[in-house]
Structure formats: C-alpha cells, structure tokens
C-alpha cells in the first residue's frame, strides 16, 4: 500500500474504483447504447463533489474524443491515439492497445503522484488528501483487462491501494435469460483475471428496474422459471429484452451454468443504479467501503505474500547468475595467477596474486553491487512487479 516500505497497510488509504463496462453499441438504425460507463463516472464524480469530497480522476481510454468530467490524469495528454495509428498501421482496437502499452511505462510515476495526493502535504495544508480514485478504462473490455499493460496498471494501483472493479450492465439489454448470462459469465472472467474485489453495477435502473437480476442471482427457481419463459416466448416467435432463451441445447446450457455460477454470485455485491437520476449512488459507495475492507482482510496480504514470493525469486535467480559470472571471472585469471606464483617459492616469500587477494574479492563486491544496480533490482521500485513496463521503457 502506500506504506508499503514498512510491509503495514496504512488506517485509510484511498480506494481505487476501476470501472469497466461493455462499448457503445448500435442496437438498432435510430439508437446508440451502451452500459453508461462513462455516464456513470460523471455521476459518482458530481456525488463526491457534492460531499465536499473530490476524487482524483484517471481516464485510461485514449481513443475518447471528450469527457463529461476534468481528469487529473489523461492518457490523452501523453499518447496521441491517431498518430500511433498512423506510425505502426494499426486498426482501432491495435492503437487503444499500443497506446495502454505505451502509457504503462509511466506507470511507477503515476503511483507516486497518487501516493503523494493520499498523503497531507506540508506545503499545501489546506488541501485534503485523496479518499477516492476514479479510473475511467477503454470500452473494448477485452484489451484493457486481458492486456499485458491492463495487468501492468491494475497490479501497480493495487499494489498501493485497495482496487475494486466495477462492472458497469445496461440493465434494459439484461432481461433476457441469455443475456443476462452472458454478463455474467464476462463477470466472472474478468473476477478470476484480475483477483479483486467486484461490484456489479446494473445501470439505467430509471429504464428498467434491476430487481429481477437480483433475484436470478439469489433464486435458482426464479431464473430457471425466467428461462422456460423466454423458450416460451421463442416458441411464439418473441424476443422480449433484445434477446431469448434459446430451446434445447442453448436452454440446457443456461440451466447448468446457473448452477455453475451460484458460488460465483456469493462473492458479488450487486447495486441498481440509474446514472441519469443518480438513484443507487448512495448504495454504491456502500458497497465499495464493504469491497474496500474486503481487500484489506483477504486480497492484501495475499498480494504481499504472493509479491515476497516474485522478490525472493528473483533475488535468487540474479545471484545464482551473478555466481556463475564471477566463477567465470575467475577462471579467466588463473593463468595469470600461475604465472606470477611459483610452487617451488617458500610460504615466506610474497607473489603478486598473494598481495591482490584483498583488492580482488573488494573488486567482485563491487562488481557485484553494480550488476544488481543495472539489472533493476530495487525492492523500493514499483517497477520491480512490472518487467514488460520496463522492457517497454527501454525500446523507447
């Protein structure tokens, strides 16, 4: 965490509220829909605003062509999304890719500017620490979350802070049994990708209220009712919600992964939210401090546990190597050692190798020293958890 030197996680640090949500969609010839990620971020931002507690904001979508809020940090600022387009001759998807790349070099600043904002600074008393991080992230889930850079950025804020995932739903487009799944097991997905804590956000409650997803989670006969509903309605010639049910096989595959994930569902907050009234935010923010202690009980001392176990391979991966560099260091100089000590000299006699024994271990001490400074191994570095950020840094 930010106290992270002493290995103890600080009283409050600030939360990081990442939020992922499927893309803006054309669902039909006169509209355009997505999960209101974005619309959701202006909503809890303008609801801290009003607590007299701003949060500090990250927009991490470097294709967005404007914001309906002010970003303390904008990928925007320092990656041009068309230019990299343009000088690697990549499609939409490959530049947002190469421009999270790109960005994750810089992640070990971002974390320092972070943590400095969650500490009280003595120049500027007036101004409040941090409470809350916002991180606005691409609408192309897939190449934020399964991206090496994703996980780069994700592991570095959770590292530091307590991270929680918010998985944004178009409630409306959910009221199909199918559909429904779908979001679910994408859910799921990204939970066991990511290791941290998640809270399902079923948007656009205004449009259609969320309690029939709530009690499909928590009732196994409401959603299997739900299902014959849908095959019902298919067998009509229906397709109630944007979606159906399916029949046979497709209806038999639902009906086992309900059964599936209902351990999943236990591990979930879930809160109905409409972003355009601001319905649910309240419930939201409940829900994040819940998540929130969550991390620091059960996520937190796994991830030091598990970042003690990469240090102290790696420590002894680079001493094994160091060894063998110096062993063959070594080697190099016998001959002339023989050359300068001769076996018939008595014991009282000195030679040249005798005298630069001292000199020669005090020399692989400092080589030693010096090859641990260049290959990175500063315990200290956020980047010491982020090799390919680094290898990125270095081809610049």
């Known amino acids: 965490m930010a106290s992270s030197s002493t290995g103890d996680a600080p009283a409050s640090p600030p939360v990081a509220i990442v939020c992922v949500g499927m893309a803006a969609t054309s669902s039909d010839a006169d509209s355009i829909t997505g999960s209101g990620k974005t619309t959701f971020m202006q909503r809890i931002n303008a609801h801290l605003h009003a607590k007299r507690n701003p949060p500090y904001i990250m927009n991490l979508d470097p294709a967005v062509l404007s914001v309906p809020f002010e970003s303390n940090i904008d990928i925007r600022d320092s990656v041009n999304y068309e230019e990299v387009m343009k000088q690697y001759n990549l499609g939409p998807n490959g530049g947002i890719l190469t421009s999270l790349n790109l960005f994750a070099t810089k992640v070990d600043q971002i974390v320092n500017l972070l943590e400095k904002r969650a500490k009280p600074d003595p120049e500027k008393p007036d101004r409040k620490p941090i409470d809350n991080i916002l ?29 929680v995932i918010a998985y944004i739903i178009d409630t409306p487009r959910t009221a199909s049994t199918s559909t429904f799944m779908s979001n679910m097991l994408y859910a799921c997905s990204i939970l066991y990708k990511t290791k941290l804590p998640m809270i399902l956000v079923f948007n656009k409650t205004d449009v259609k209220d969320a309690s029939f997803a709530k009690e499909w989670m928590t009732d196994f006969e409401a959603f299997q009712a739900a299902l014959q509903r849908d095959e019902e309605s298919d067998t009509l010639g229906g397709v109630e919600g944007g979606g159906h049910g399916g029949s046979g096989y ?4 639902l009906n086992s992964m309900s059964l599936v994930l209902e351990e999943f569902y236990s591990h979930l907050s879930m809160v109905g939210v409409s972003s355009r009234l601001g319905t649910g935010v309240d419930e939201f923010f409940e829900a994040v401090e819940e998540k929130k202690q969550e991390f620091m009980r059960d996520y937190y001392p796994e991830l030091q546990r598990r970042r003690q176990e990469r240090q102290e391979l790696k420590k002894k991966s680079r001493d094994k190597e160091l060894d063998k560099m110096m062993q063959g260091m070594s080697m190099g100089q016998e001959p002339v050692e023989r050359m300068t000590d001769d076996p018939d000299d008595d014991d009282d006699v000195d030679v040249v190798s005798d005298d630069e024994d001292s000199d020669d271990e005090k020399e692989k001490e400092t080589l030693q020293e010096r090859y641990r400074a260049a290959m990175g191994d500063n315990d200290d570095s956020i980047m010491a958890d982020a090799s390919f950020a680094k290898y990125l840094y270095k081809q610049k």
Do not use: H, K, R, Y
């Open 250 to 253: 497709m209806g038999s595959l």
């Open 135 to 163: 991180v606005d992230t691409p609408g192309q889930i897939e190449v934020f979350v399964w991206s090496a850079s994703g996980t780069i950025l994700l592991e570095s804020l959770a590292s530091s802070f307590p991270t």
